[in-house]
């Protein structure tokens, strides 16, 4: 397992904007996914970057408002227009090298590696 650490979380009103970072290592050569879990909700996949130009994955209830971009060792989940819904704990994860993302979405179970997490609170 690689240890990811995460950072870049916290309190934005409504319309506001965060960047979150995962940084690990190495990661060149993994794909990269975060996810999110909100209370008493399950963990879901927001977005996803392989190790290929223009292999992304983004769920459809950010798609316009979330970039994910990755430079060498750190992955960034830039997040526009953040509305309330947006409210959960944001972990990344790395695959063990495979380096793909799935266009029609990652499961947890893909990845092996984990962050502790971010909390983003999105709120007026």
């Known amino acids: 397992q690689l240890p990811l650490v995460e950072s870049g979380g916290g309190l934005v009103q409504p319309g506001g904007s965060l960047r979150l970072s995962c940084t690990a290592s190495?990661?060149?050569?993994?794909?990269v996914a975060w996810f999110r879990q909100a209370p008493e909700k399950e963990r879901e996949e927001v977005s996803c970057?392989?190790?290929?130009?223009?292999n992304t994955y983004y769920a459809d209830s950010i798609k316009g408002r979330f970039t994910i971009s990755r430079d060498k060792n750190t992955v960034y989940l830039q997040m526009n227009s953040l509305k309330p819904e947006d409210t959960a704990v944001y972990y990344c994860?790395?695959?063990?090298?495979?380096?793909?993302?799935?266009?029609?979405?990652?499961?947890?179970?893909?990845?092996?590696?984990w962050g502790q997490g971010t909390q983003v609170t999105v709120s007026s």
């Open positions: 970057i392989g190790t290929s130009d223009g």
């Open positions: 994860a790395a695959d063990g090298g495979y380096g793909v993302c799935s266009k029609s979405g990652n499961i947890p179970y893909d990845f092996g590696s």
């Open positions: 190495r990661l060149d050569g993994s794909a």
